[in-house]
């Protein structure tokens, strides 16, 4: 397989079908041997995000907290800041999902900085307020600032 854009990931929808879980997880673990093979850590990040999004979905709360902490840690070195704010939200969700608040909201703090910090770097006016005003990004400051006001310790 040489492809790993958008087509190929887009089987990748979650339903509630426990089976659909299970061929999640081995597209993705496939996807993951030939990007490791192909020597593509931008990509290797990714898929690691989506695998930890996988195991959440299968309530794999710890195999996804590592997973996740992985491919923060592959994103990081390749600075990819999009993949890397999307990668702290999913942690910080797999993080209050499992009611560990105080991670949670640190996960969303590294995300909104990543955020802001793209947003800075955005030099046109239009795109920059589009960008902050994504529905995702509100999202993330939404949980942010939620958490904040129930752990005002940040």
């Known amino acids: 397989m040489t492809h790993y854009g958008n087509r190929n ?3 990748l ?4 079908n426990p089976f659909k ?8 673990q496939l996807l993951l041997k030939e990007v490791r093979k192909n020597i593509m850590r931008k990509r290797e990040g990714s898929f690691l995000r989506i695998l930890g999004e996988v ?15 992985e491919s923060l840690k592959i ?3 390749v600075e990819n800041p999009r993949q890397l704010w999307q990668a702290h939200n999913s942690l910080a969700s797999a993080y209050d999902e499992m009611g560990r608040r105080s991670e949670a909201q640190e996960q969303w ?6 955020i802001n910090n793209t947003a800075e770097g955005l030099s046109d006016r239009e795109l920059r307020e589009g960008f ?4 995702t990004i509100r999202e993330i400051f939404s949980s942010l600032n939620t958490s904040e006001k ?5």
């Open 9 to 11: 990931v887009a089987i």
């Open 13 to 16: 929808g979650f339903t509630s």
């Open 21 to 28: 879980f299970l061929v999640n997880d081995v597209i993705v």
């Open 55 to 69: 195991q959440m979905k299968r309530n794999d709360s710890d195999n996804a907290i590592t997973t996740l902490n």
């Open 75 to 77: 994103l990081k070195e």
């Open 109 to 114: 703090g590294a995300a909104s900085d990543i």
């Open 132 to 135: 902050l005003n994504a529905e």
């Open 150 to 154: 129930a752990n005002p310790s940040r």
